[in-house]
């Protein structure tokens, strides 16, 4: 009852904003490694904080693509 499955759920804004949560990691761990191959500290020193940064990317994502699609839909 607790998880029920969604119908009203948008795909592709959900696969749009998987698509941008791995690349914004991608790039922040890529960050990461220069800045401390280079620097020797870490750019970002908490793993918790990449996760829960990459968490908002991928829910602000999903929203906005959500929001995006709609609008067109609506047209």
């Known amino acids: 009852m607790f998880f029920k499955t969604d119908k009203n759920i948008d795909n ?9 949560t791995f ?7 890529l960050v990461n490694s220069f800045y401390e191959s280079f ?4 750019f970002i020193s908490s793993s918790l ?3 829960q940064m990459g968490l908002a990317v991928f829910f602000l ?8 699609r709609k609008k067109q ?3």
């Open 12 to 20: 592709r804004a959900v696969m749009i904003g998987y698509f941008a």
């Open 23 to 29: 690349v914004f990691w991608g790039l922040i761990l």
């Open 39 to 42: 620097y020797e500290r870490e």
């Open 49 to 51: 904080t990449i996760l």
């Open 61 to 68: 994502t999903e929203m906005i693509a959500t929001k995006i």
């Open 73 to 75: 839909a609506d047209r």
